[in-house]
Structure formats: structure tokens, C-alpha cells
């Protein structure tokens, strides 16, 4: 097994992988990505990645000279080739290479970036103990729903957490609606009810996010794509987070504030379930 590196069709290790430094995304993180969790030698919702791509694409004005086809095979050939079984597909495109210049023209060639590495450890605990987060004033731009490479925000954030002992930080807005977390979705459960932020340019509408829904749904859970706030957060039931790496994270702390019983509530344990089933019938 290797962790490879596809570069514009050339395919080698990190360590000889090279790119200009007049790239558009080392200069002004103008670019998008994707990240594909793999289970087993299979990706996971490639279909529904690959369009939020194209989605992201669109949103910032870059015309992609490659079809899903095409970049789906690109990423299986490189999946292939590393003999990893359990990974994840890094896909980034920039804007392409240029003199250093905020305009952009428009016959300029995206640069394709596909990685594929092992998934890094997770511990166990994290599922079984929860974690605790933090809160965080929301200062990112008005377009979360573009997966952009400009992520300085969310790693300032996801630093402070780190910094206070925490797993994520969820953005609050000055009305104190809560967002998102640095890099994952947030979600309630109080009065029989599940609740998360809808879909719109305040958050990215992540594929995890997605099928969480979906398995709760078919739990006969009451699902809904609804805004609230800092002290719904606090006052919830149980509260997790997710994302295409961790899944499903149960959150027992916020800030200072115990959630629940301070444990993992059975909810979150069952619609983790019902997300391993769903994933695993080869969505």
C-alpha cells in the first residue's frame, strides 16, 4: 500500500510531488475540493461529491474541463493503484497557474489535485465518551456553501478548540443562530425532535449530513432542516456533529456547559447505526 499523488496526470509520491508556485491556489486559495471517505476499497456517495463539486465550480466562475466521469475515474484508477482499503480521496482544483494577478482569465486551465491517503486513526472513545466543543463567533465570508480551499476561518477556529481542550468549534452568529462547526455539521436533538441548519449559503451541505438525515428519517425519527440557537444548543438533549472522516460524533460538552447526562444519549448511538447500514448498502 502507498499514499499517491495524481498531479494533472502525472501520479507519484507526496514527497515528488511538485507545483508552481504561481498556482492560484497557493496564491489566493482560489480553488475548490472534495474529500471522498472510502470503506473497504469503495467510495462513498462519489455521485453526490462529485456534484457539489461541480457545484462549487460553478459558484466561483471556474469551467471544468473534465467531466464526473472522468474525475471519478481518475480518482478509482489512483484508489486502485495505492492498494489502500480503508482511505480518503482528496480532490482539489485551482483556478490554474498564472503571473500572480486577483484577475483571472478566463481561458486559464484548472490544475486537477487527486491524493489518496489512509484514513488517520480515530479513537474509540470519541464515540463512546463524546467530546466536548466550543463556540465561536461566526467571522467567515457569506459563501459557506462553496467547499472553497480558503479555509484560514475554519482553521482558527478548529486551532482554538484544539487550544481549549475541545474536538470542534460551532460558528454562532450575533443573533445567536448556531451555523456550522470549523469542519463538520451540527446537530439537536430535543423534544423528539433532530434538528440542523437549512441548507443556504450560512453552511456547506455536507454529504454526511445528508445521509444522517436520510437514516434518521427511516428510523422514524423526526427529522428537520431547521434554524436554532445558542441556547436551544445548550438546552438540547443530545447534540453530535458530522463529517465525511469521523461520521458521527457525540458531543457531551459545549463550552462549559454539560449536554444532557453528560454521556452519549441513545439517539445518537442509533442513528450512527443507521448511518453504518446505509453506507454500508453501497450508497
Same mark, same amino acid.
Given at each position: 500500500?502507498?499514499?499517491?499523488?495524481?498531479? *494533472?496526470?502525472?501520479?507519484?509520491?507526496?514527497?515528488? $510531488?511538485?507545483?508552481?508556485?504561481?498556482?492560484?491556489?497557493?496564491?489566493?486559495?482560489?480553488?475548490? %475540493?472534495?474529500?471522498?471517505?472510502? %470503506?473497504?476499497?469503495?467510495?462513498?456517495?462519489?455521485?453526490?461529491?462529485?456534484?457539489?463539486?461541480?457545484? #462549487?465550480?460553478?459558484?466561483?466562475?471556474? $469551467?471544468?474541463?473534465?467531466?464526473?466521469?472522468?474525475?471519478?475515474?481518475?480518482?478509482?484508477?489512483?484508489?486502485?493503484? $495505492?492498494?489502500?482499503?480503508?482511505?480518503?480521496?482528496?480532490?482539489?482544483?485551482?483556478?490554474?497557474?498564472?503571473?500572480?494577478?486577483?484577475?483571472?482569465?478566463?481561458?486559464?486551465?484548472?490544475?486537477?489535485?487527486?491524493?489518496?491517503?489512509?484514513?488517520?486513526?480515530?479513537?474509540?472513545?470519541?464515540?463512546?465518551?463524546?467530546?466536548?466543543?466550543?463556540?465561536?463567533?461566526?467571522?467567515?465570508?457569506?459563501?459557506?456553501?462553496?467547499? #472553497?480551499? #480558503?479555509?484560514?476561518?475554519?482553521?482558527?477556529?478548529?486551532?482554538?478548540?484544539?487550544?481549549?481542550?475541545?474536538?470542534?468549534?460551532?460558528?454562532?452568529?450575533?443573533? =445567536?443562530?448556531?451555523?456550522?462547526?470549523?469542519? $463538520? *455539521?451540527?446537530?439537536? %436533538?430535543? *423534544?423528539?425532535?433532530?434538528?440542523?441548519?437549512?441548507?443556504? *449559503?450560512?453552511?456547506?451541505?455536507?454529504?454526511?449530513?445528508? %445521509?444522517?438525515?436520510?437514516?434518521?428519517?427511516?428510523? =422514524?425519527?423526526?427529522?428537520?432542516?431547521?434554524?436554532?440557537?445558542?441556547?436551544?444548543?445548550?438546552?438540547?438533549?443530545?447534540?453530535?456533529?458530522?463529517?465525511?472522516?469521523?461520521?458521527?460524533?457525540?458531543?457531551?460538552?459545549?463550552?462549559?456547559?454539560?449536554?444532557?447526562?453528560?454521556?452519549? =444519549?441513545?439517539?445518537?448511538?442509533?442513528?450512527?447505526? =443507521?448511518?453504518?447500514?446505509?453506507?454500508?448498502?453501497?450508497?
Amino acid at each position: 500500500m502507498q499514499e499517491l499523488v495524481y498531479l *494533472n496526470g502525472w501520479i507519484g509520491s507526496f514527497e515528488d $510531488s511538485l507545483i508552481s508556485v504561481n498556482d492560484r491556489g497557493y496564491n489566493f486559495g482560489d480553488g475548490i %475540493y472534495e474529500v471522498i471517505r472510502v %470503506y473497504n476499497g469503495v467510495p462513498f456517495a462519489v455521485a453526490d461529491h462529485l456534484e457539489r463539486l461541480e457545484n #462549487s465550480a460553478a459558484a466561483i466562475e471556474m $469551467s471544468l474541463p473534465w467531466s464526473k466521469t472522468q474525475l471519478a475515474m481518475f480518482a478509482e484508477d489512483l484508489l486502485v493503484q $495505492s492498494g489502500i482499503r480503508e482511505a480518503m480521496i482528496y480532490i482539489q482544483i485551482s483556478r490554474g497557474t498564472a503571473h500572480r494577478d486577483h484577475h483571472f482569465a478566463p481561458q486559464i486551465k484548472p490544475n486537477l489535485l487527486i491524493t489518496v491517503r489512509q484514513v488517520p486513526d480515530i479513537a474509540p472513545a470519541m464515540y463512546t465518551d463524546g467530546v466536548k466543543i466550543i463556540t465561536q463567533p461566526e467571522f467567515r465570508w457569506q459563501l459557506c456553501h462553496i467547499k #472553497s480551499i #480558503s479555509l484560514l476561518s475554519s482553521v482558527l477556529a478548529k486551532n482554538r478548540a484544539a487550544k481549549a481542550g475541545a474536538a470542534e468549534a460551532v460558528f454562532v452568529m450575533d443573533d =445567536g443562530t448556531v451555523t456550522e462547526c470549523s469542519a $463538520s *455539521n451540527i446537530f439537536i %436533538y430535543s *423534544n423528539n425532535t433532530l434538528l440542523t441548519h437549512p441548507v443556504n *449559503n450560512r453552511i456547506l451541505n455536507g454529504i454526511t449530513r445528508k %445521509y444522517v438525515l436520510q437514516a434518521a428519517r427511516s428510523l =422514524g425519527i423526526n427529522a428537520r432542516e431547521e434554524t436554532f440557537n445558542v441556547t436551544d444548543l445548550l438546552a438540547a438533549n443530545e447534540v453530535f456533529f458530522t463529517g465525511s472522516v469521523a461520521e458521527v460524533v457525540p458531543v457531551i460538552k459545549v463550552d462549559d456547559h454539560i449536554i444532557g447526562s453528560g454521556v452519549p =444519549g441513545p439517539v445518537v448511538r442509533q442513528i450512527h447505526t =443507521g448511518f453504518t447500514t446505509l453506507r454500508n448498502s453501497g450508497v
